[in-house]
Structures are given as structure tokens and as C-alpha cells.
Nanobody, 125 residues
Framework: QVQVVESGGGLVQAGGSLRLSCAASGRTFSRYAMGWFRQAPGLEREFVAAISWSGAYYADSVKGRFTISRDNAKNTVYLQMNSLKPEDTAVYYC????????????????????WGQGTQVTVSS
């Protein structure tokens, strides 16, 4: 069983920045594909970013503003969020899968086996 724990959410003004962290257990963390998703009230959960051995992938809505990275020595993945907008307000979830998938599937929430509890990000206008 892999434990996934997010941190770093909070309240920020529009135009500001936040960095989310996601710590995952497991001896083979470097082989996991890691994803960030978000869910705003009344909306479905949506893909934000993912990272694997093959690269980093982003939703169009965050491309150029958000950066996903990982530190395998710390079993941690990060989501640096810059130029935040009120529409970025949501609960952000980190997810992990040890299974290999083609990069085109990283946007699918169903491929991820382990999820964190979520961290709230609120962007005020």
C-alpha cells in the first residue's frame, strides 16, 4: 500500500504563487507516475499535471503557469503554481501509479491507484 500525502495549500491573492508538495511512500517511488488533479465545488475532478520517466505533462489551462517536478531522493513531487487565478481555486489531489502507461493516459484519473486526501487552494480576486 502506498501512502500519498499532500501539503502546501492555502489562501493567496490573484497573481500570487503557491507550491504544493506530495510525499509518497514506497521503495520504488522513482518508477511511479505522479499526477495532480483538482476539483472545484460542483465540478468534476480534472487533470492538472503529471510527471513520469517520460516527461512532464500539463492541462492547457495551467501550461506556462504551473510546473511539476519531483525529488526521488525525498519521495516527493511538487507543483509550483504561479500567476494564480481565481478559477484555480479547488481542492488539489495528488495521485500515484506504479503501473506503466502511455503518456497519453496520464490525464485519466482512473489509471492512478493511490490518492491523497487533498489540499485546499483558494485564490482571491
Amino acid at each position: 500500500q502506498v501512502q500519498v500525502v499532500e501539503s502546501g495549500g492555502g489562501l493567496v491573492q490573484a497573481g500570487g504563487s503557491l507550491r504544493l508538495s506530495c510525499a509518497a511512500s514506497g521503495r520504488t517511488f522513482s518508477r511511479y507516475a505522479m499526477g495532480w488533479f483538482r476539483q472545484a465545488p460542483g465540478l468534476e475532478r480534472e487533470f492538472v499535471a503529471a510527471i513520469s520517466w517520460s516527461g512532464a505533462y500539463y492541462a492547457d489551462s495551467v501550461k506556462g503557469r504551473f510546473t511539476i517536478s519531483r525529488d526521488n531522493a525525498k519521495n516527493t513531487v511538487y507543483l509550483q503554481m504561479n500567476s494564480l487565478k481565481p478559477e484555480d481555486t479547488a481542492v488539489y489531489y495528488c495521485a500515484a501509479t506504479p503501473r506503466p502507461f502511455e503518456s497519453s493516459r496520464f490525464r485519466e484519473s482512473g489509471i492512478y491507484d493511490y490518492w491523497g486526501q487533498g489540499t485546499q487552494v483558494t485564490v482571491s480576486s
